[in-house]
């Protein structure tokens, strides 16, 4: 649950995060614009030889007087430009009045026939509503003036002047956030007319074409064509300006005008105080060098565009990855969730770059990646708190209950606990032995007695933990616990028999402590068994906890609940006495089929290791007589088996005298049964 809150929590993140980048407000956009300046600042300079700019200068007005110039100096100009051999003009300075020293005559004479563009500018104040204008034929599914910048007015030169030129264009930059001009649209439309751009205006002078074609889909304008150019544009028609593009320039006036070569000369006013000077990306230039560098991106053909479908593109590669990264996260180790952020982040990169460098395609993978980064950390941490909170409940659930180092292992891999296993593990079950004199003794004291019960617990525990075992439950005053499971002990049978050794003498020792505090001692009855164990966290969805089921367990449990009727501290099944009869001085105790059984199996009892025994008792040869019993037993020669019982009283320390004398009631009773000549010997448990 704490999961799906988490993962939930991270796509409630990430939708949101792209909800913001398809609103693209102002701050997205200028993380774009900025990566978009890197990426046009990246290319390579390059110097035009197509291209001249002719500036009215500080020098200029020197030589000139000052500004504005009278117009017959214009037409003077054109004739110095003529006689330099200067191919198309245009000029960036507008002439929306008439010339107060009466040049206009001049000026439009030599405007005439002479290869002559001049500007307009697209402004809500203009005074024009409307001039003459380039007819355009449009194909596709849209139409263009849904998507060109939509202006209200616009500022002409007098007619006088205008008509006499063979092109007239727009001056105007693209309007961005930041006030930096990048663009340049190509067409604008004012009441509902288009008119194009100075720079697409001279294309079309410079190509001898009589109007434009515009391609227009359903989300924008795709491209302008104007043979042999096919212009790919950004939806609203503009194309970004290549800021690294260098020209050859000279001062009127002032310069001495070499053989221009046929070139397109553009003239436009540079002079401090009343030239206005445009922010772009590389700094503050003068109008007709930002119209020299859209012409010269045009004529280059290297055309640089963000396609209509760039946003689009950019959103869903934001959302697939967004969710790769995170299901990375949840469902992969920690390194190949890192690797998947890596390639997914290096690959967004990787493509934008190379559609750039290749096609002049725009795309940005900053906000791209940038949502990765939020995605991969929101995600890394949600896991994290998680898992560290699923760690913090471990070790609280399991801390009592499992060694340190079995309660790191589970904190490193909870899915041992959340998925469960199946595996042979060894299961004892312990219960406390005199348990009503003990409570006897402390009358009404609840909380002494209380303590000391956890202080018993807490003595029986320690030698499961010291073993790397795992307390599984606590059922009153009884215990149960595992080996081999969720750790791996190869040698868990072995583990258990010492494990309740160890118990044992625990209880020995907590006995000479309570009994020396007045109290009367106790005792500890425990059964071991080994088999195949279903472990996990089992329970309702509202309380649950780790346990383990099994038909060992249960014989287990069985085996356990016998120790008071043979007579013994510590039962141990036959499963478990086949693993580790070398490590343990055995004793046999019967052919038992516990309750719910029909097939017996061996018990025995265990008193000690078998190196011990061999060099400190003689109880390695009454074993031979012990033995020698039970075939008796089961050769039916019950008072056979009787006299050596009475034999073997006192041996083992007398820790075996309460079981012979349990087996002498047996063989007494089994002497009254009319049994089968191939009695296997099985005793079958009527109670549990």
């Known amino acids: ?154 500022v002409t030169n007098i007619p006088m002047i205008e008509d006499q030129a063979w092109g007239v264009g727009l001056i105007n930059g693209m309007p961005e956030v930041d006030g930096v001009t990048r663009r340049i649209p190509l067409l604008s439309q004012i009441n509902n007319e288009l008119y194009p751009s100075f720079s697409l205006e001279t294309i079309r002078i410079l190509n001898e074409k009589p109007s434009y074609t515009i391609k227009v889909n359903d989300l924008g304008i795709e491209e302008i064509i104007l043979r042999p150019f096919q212009i790919p544009t950004d939806a609203n028609g503009s194309i970004w300006l290549n800021t690294n593009y260098e020209f050859e320039r000279y001062e009127y006036g002032v310069d001495t005008l070499p053989n221009l070569q046929g070139k397109t000369i553009i003239v436009g006013l540079t002079a401090s105080g009343v030239a206005s000077q445009i922010a772009t990306p590389v700094g503050l230039l003068p109008a007709h060098h930002l119209q020299a560098m859209s012409l010269q991106t045009i004529l280059s053909d290297q055309s640089i565009s963000r396609p209509i ?66 995605s991969f950390a929101s995600a890394s941490f949600n896991n994290f708190w998680v898992q560290f909170k699923l760690r913090q409940e471990i070790q609280k659930q399991f801390a009592g209950y499992c060694s340190p180092t079995v309660v790191r292992m589970l904190q490193e891999n909870p899915s041992l606990i959340k998925d469960g296993m199946k595996r042979e593990i060894s299961i004892c079950f312990s219960d406390l032995r005199g348990f009503t004199p003990l409570g006897e003794s402390f009358g009404d004291d609840v909380k002494g007695l209380t303590k000391l019960m956890n202080e018993y617990m807490d003595a029986i525990t320690q030698p499961v933990l010291n073993a790397d075992g795992m307390i599984i439950k606590y059922i009153g005053d009884a215990s149960m616990h595992v080996h081999n499971a969720p750790n791996d002990d190869p040698n868990h049978p072995k583990s258990a028999v010492q494990t309740g050794l160890n118990m044992l003498k625990a209880v020995e020792r907590f006995n000479e402590k ?85 097939v017996g199996i061996g018990i025995y009892t265990v008193l000690d290791t078998w190196f011990w025994a061999w060099h400190n008792t003689d109880w390695p040869s009454r074993q031979d007589t012990h033995n020698k019993m039970h075939e008796l037993y089961r050769s039916q020669q019950f008072d056979m088996a009787i006299k050596f019982c009475n034999d073997l009283k006192g041996e083992f320390d007398g820790k075996m005298d309460n079981y012979y004398d349990m087996w002498i009631e047996r063989c007494e009773y089994m002497k009254t049964q009319d049994l089968p000549k191939d009695w296997d010997g099985v005793f079958i448990a009527t109670t549990k």
């Open 1 to 154: 649950m704490k999961w799906l809150t988490s993962i939930w929590s991270t796509l409630g993140l990430i939708t949101l995060l792209i909800s913001i980048q398809i609103s693209n407000p102002n701050f997205l956009q200028q993380i774009n614009l900025i990566t978009f300046d890197q990426a046009i600042q990246s290319l390579p300079d390059e110097k035009s030889d197509q291209i001249i700019l002719l500036d009215i200068g500080e020098g200029s007005l020197g030589e000139l007087g000052q500004f504005p110039l009278p117009r017959h100096l214009y037409a003077q100009m054109i004739s110095d430009l003529r006689n330099a051999n200067a191919g198309l003009i245009g000029f960036t300075i507008m002439f929306p009045e008439v010339d107060r020293l009466g040049g206009d005559e001049v000026f439009a004479s030599w405007i005439k026939d002479n290869g002559i563009v001049l500007a307009q500018d697209a402004d809500p104040n203009g005074r024009s509503e409307k001039a003459p204008y380039v007819g355009t034929a449009v194909f596709g599914t849209g139409d263009p003036l849904d998507w060109a910048i939509r202006y209200n007015g616009l």
């Open 309 to 374: 479908y760039g946003s689009l593109l950019e959103i869903g590669l934001t959302l697939i990855g967004s969710l790769l990264i995170v299901l990375g996260v949840y469902y992969l180790p920690l390194w190949a969730s890192l690797i998947t952020f890596i390639s997914l982040s290096s690959g967004v990169l990787g493509g934008f770059w190379y559609s750039w460098t290749n096609f002049g395609i725009l795309l940005s993978p900053t906000i791209v990646i940038l949502i990765f980064i939020i």
């Open 514 to 598: 309570i009994t020396a505090e007045g109290r009367p001692p106790i005792g500890m009855g425990a059964g071991i068994n080994s088999g195949l164990g279903y472990l996990g966290e089992m329970g309702s969805t509202s309380r649950h906890s780790y346990d383990v089921l099994g038909d060992a367990v249960s014989t287990a449990a069985r085996i356990e609940s016998k120790c008071k009727e043979y007579g013994c501290l510590l039962l141990v099944g036959e499963s478990t006495v086949k693993q580790c009869e070398e490590d343990f001085f055995f004793l046999k105790i019967d052919d038992l089929a516990v309750k719910g059984k029909s």
